[in-house]
T-cell receptor, first 112, second 114 residues
Framework: NAGVTQTPKFRVLKTGQSMTLLCAQD?????MYWYRQDPGMGLRLIHY???????AKGEVPDGYNVSRLKKQNFLLGLESAAPSQTSVYFC???????????FGSGTRLTVV | AQTVTQSQPEMSVQEAETVTLSCTYD???????LFWYKQPPSRQMILVIR??????QNATENRFSVNFQKAAKSFSLKISDSQLGDTAMYFC???????????FGKGTLLTVNP
C-alpha cells in the first residue's frame, strides 16, 4: 500500500517554463488537496477536489491549475512559472474528516 | 478564512522533560475536528493526534496528549518524556467544517536536547 505518491520529488524550472506535478493515491479517497509550504507560513491550500471531475480554489490559487480526471490522480499545473512559486508542494488525500489527511512526501520546486 | 495561531515559533526542551505547544483558532462551527501534525527533518507530514470537538474528553496517544478548551478555542499539545526523535516542526490544524479542508498554523519548531 503506497499511500500518496508525488512525482517528481525535486525540480528546477526557469521563469516562464511550465510543468505538472502528479499526485496519486491508492486508498480510494474522495478528497484530495494541494498545499504549498513556505518558511514561516505554514501550509497554505492551493486547490482541492471533493471527487472525480471536481476542483475548487483554495487560499492561494493564482498561477496554478488542477485537474482530477481520475479518482486516484490529482494534477497541479504551473503554466508560466515565477520565482514566487519556489516552494515545497504537498499533496494530501482524505476519506473522512474524522481521520485527517494522508500526505505525500512533497516536491521541492525552485524557479530561477 | 479560518485563522490558526501558534504563538511559539520555536521551543526547546531537555530529553525526558515535558513540553506544551499552544494553539488557538477561530471557527463558527459547533462540530469539527482538530489535528496536530509533526514534520521531522525528513519533510514527511505525520499525524500525531486528533480531537473531536463534540467530545469533552481530551485525546491521548501514548506520550502525546491535548488540552482542548472548546469555549476558549484552544488546542494545546503536551509531549511527555520528550525524546530526541520528537525534534520536529509541529502544526496545529483544525478543519473548517465543509469539504474537509484543514487550515494549518505557521508551526512551532521543537528541539529536544540531550
Amino acid at each position: 500500500n503506497a499511500g500518496v505518491t508525488q512525482t517528481p520529488k525535486f525540480r528546477v524550472l526557469k521563469t516562464g517554463q511550465s510543468m505538472t506535478l502528479l499526485c496519486a493515491q491508492d486508498m480510494n479517497h474522495e478528497y484530495m488537496y494541494w498545499y504549498r509550504q513556505d518558511p514561516g507560513m505554514g501550509l497554505r491550500l492551493i486547490h482541492y477536489s471533493v471527487g472525480e471531475g471536481t476542483t475548487a480554489k483554495g487560499e492561494v490559487p493564482d498561477g496554478y491549475n488542477v485537474s482530477r480526471l481520475k479518482k486516484q490522480n490529482f494534477l497541479l499545473g504551473l503554466e508560466s512559472a515565477a520565482p514566487s512559486q519556489t516552494s515545497v508542494y504537498f499533496c494530501a488525500s482524505s476519506r473522512d474528516r474524522a481521520y485527517g489527511y494522508t500526505f505525500g512526501s512533497g516536491t521541492r520546486l525552485t524557479v530561477v | 478564512a479560518q485563522t490558526v495561531t501558534q504563538s511559539q515559533p520555536e521551543m526547546s526542551v531537555q530529553e525526558a522533560e515535558t513540553v506544551t505547544l499552544s494553539c488557538t483558532y477561530d471557527t463558527s462551527e459547533n462540530n469539527y475536528y482538530l489535528f496536530w501534525y509533526k514534520q521531522p527533518p525528513s519533510r514527511q507530514m505525520i499525524l500525531v493526534i486528533r480531537q473531536e470537538a463534540y467530545k469533552q474528553q481530551n485525546a491521548t496517544e501514548n506520550r502525546f496528549s491535548v488540552n482542548f478548551q472548546k469555549a476558549a478555542k484552544s488546542f494545546s499539545l503536551k509531549i511527555s518524556d520528550s525524546q530526541l526523535g520528537d525534534t520536529a516542526m509541529y502544526f496545529c490544524a483544525p478543519d473548517g467544517g465543509s469539504n474537509y479542508k484543514l487550515t494549518f498554523g505557521k508551526g512551532t519548531l521543537l528541539t529536544v536536547n540531550p
